[in-house]
Structures are given as structure tokens and as C-alpha cells.
């Protein structure tokens, strides 16, 4: 009997070690997979940590650009409204040459109105006022000489452009093609001195500033017709008087216009 109750507690102890040791493995497995599941967790919270910190970058550098545009939006939106205020002043001031360009070219006309048409005509061009005036009211064939009643004519004009200070004058010659004889060597030559000659006119016999005063001679070079004919090389032999208001306004808007376009 004692030796059955030696070997049942032998048993029952054999038993609880077994179970101990169950528990113990289980207990190791339940650690080693929990320690895995550990580092897993923690390999995931250095993933998102990771990923968390690119997407606040990207966040802060879409709020940049963000910012970046709504800078560039305000000032495209202030280019815009100086541009559509320079091209509104560039009418304005347009609109004041044109007045003033046909005010000039009535204020000629009422002038010379004692005049024909064969002798002379006045027209805008290219924002300009011309008085053309044929050979036949100035100067005898071949002569730089102004005879008297192109000089009338003269002082009819200079008494409008003694009023409209504000103007500059441009005196071309022009000739015909047919050969020179005589005092000058050449159409250039007569062109010039013609040109010259109404300068010194318009100077010392009218008082016009000689300063807002320059001469040309153009020769043969702009002939209004055909030098084939008599008609045509006599429309030719003329001298252009050319009107040009003075455009500072209209010029320094259109260079900050220029600049404004190279800068962007």
C-alpha cells in the first residue's frame, strides 16, 4: 500500500510537471509570437511615422505653392489693371492726336484757302499734316529762289505755326529725274538748296524757331508719279511741308508698355 501511494504521488507529480512544462512552452510560444507582433507594430509605427512626415512636407509645400499662386494671381491681376489703364490713357491721347492732327490740318487749310489746287494741297499722313507745294507756286524752273507769291504763301503757314508752338517742321525737296543744267550740279543739289531756301524764309522773314525747323532734299528718289511725262514729272517737282505733333505722353506710355512686356 505504501508502495501504491509512493507511486500515485510519483504520478501526479509526473502529471503537474508535464502540465507546468506545457504551460511554460506555451507561455514562450505566446512571447515569441507576441514579440514579433511587437516588432512588427513597431516597424509599422516607423513606417506611418515616416510616411506622416513626407505628407506634412507635402502638405507644407502644396500650402507654398498655394500661396505662391495666389501672389502671382494678385499680381497678374495688378499687371492687368496698370495695363488696361495704360492702354485706356493710350487712347485718350490718341484720340487727343487725332483732334489735334485734324485741327492742325483745318487750321492750314482755312489758311491757304486763297490758293488752287494745281498749286498746292494739304493732307494727313501717317499722323502728320503735309502741305505739298508744286514747283510753279514757289520757284521758276531750275531756281531755289521762292518768288513772291510763294513767299505769300509762306507767311500764311508761318502765321499758324507761330501760334501752334508745339509743332515741328520737316521741309523736303523733291525734283523730277530729268538732268540738271545750270547753277547746280544736280537734282540732290536743287532739292537741298530749295528746302533751305524756305527755311531761311520761314526764319528770318516769318520769326518761326529755328529750332523746331529741319531741311531735306529727297531728289528723285519719292516721286509721286511717273517721270515719263510732262504731267507727271511736274506733280513730282514739289515741296512737302511735313507737320508733326509733338507725342511725349503718347511715347513714354508706349515705352512703359514695351519695358512692362520685356520684364515679364
Not at 492726336?97 to 498746292?120: H, I, T, W, Y
Not at 517721270?227 to 517737282?237: A, M
Amino acid at each position: 500500500m505504501l508502495l501504491a501511494v509512493v507511486l500515485l504521488q510519483s504520478c501526479v507529480s509526473q502529471k503537474k510537471y508535464g502540465a507546468a512544462l506545457g504551460r511554460e512552452q506555451q507561455l514562450v510560444a505566446d512571447n515569441s509570437r507576441l514579440t514579433s507582433e511587437i516588432d512588427n507594430l513597431n516597424g509599422n509605427i516607423t513606417k506611418l511615422q515616416s510616411e506622416s512626415a513626407q505628407l506634412a512636407k507635402q502638405w507644407e509645400a502644396a500650402k507654398k505653392n498655394a500661396s505662391d499662386l495666389a501672389s502671382m494671381a494678385n499680381m497678374t491681376a495688378q499687371q492687368l489693371e496698370a495695363e488696361r489703364k495704360r492702354i485706356t490713357d493710350m487712347r485718350r491721347l490718341m484720340d487727343q492726336q487725332r483732334e489735334a492732327l485734324e485741327g492742325l490740318r483745318k487750321k492750314m487749310s482755312d489758311a491757304l484757302v486763297g490758293f488752287n489746287s494745281n498749286e498746292l494741297s494739304i493732307f494727313t499722313k501717317n499722323g502728320k499734316v503735309y502741305v505739298s507745294l508744286q514747283e510753279n507756286l514757289l520757284f521758276p524752273s531750275g531756281s531755289a529762289i521762292v518768288n513772291p507769291k510763294g513767299k505769300e504763301a509762306l507767311g500764311k503757314l508761318a502765321q499758324v505755326l507761330n501760334i501752334n508752338s508745339d509743332i515741328s517742321v520737316l521741309i523736303e525737296g523733291h525734283t523730277d529725274s530729268m538732268r540738271m543744267k545750270g547753277k547746280y550740279e544736280d537734282n540732290w543739289a536743287l532739292s537741298v538748296a530749295r528746302s533751305t531756301a524756305i527755311v531761311r524764309i520761314l526764319t528770318d522773314t516769318y520769326s518761326v524757331d529755328p529750332t523746331r525747323i529741319t531741311a531735306s532734299g529727297r531728289s528723285k528718289y519719292e516721286p509721286l508719279d511717273t517721270n515719263e511725262t510732262p504731267e507727271g514729272r511736274q506733280r513730282n517737282r514739289r515741296t512737302e511741308i511735313i507737320l508733326a505733333p509733338k507725342l511725349d505722353e503718347l511715347m513714354k506710355l508706349l515705352e512703359q508698355s514695351a519695358d512692362t512686356t520685356a520684364g515679364g
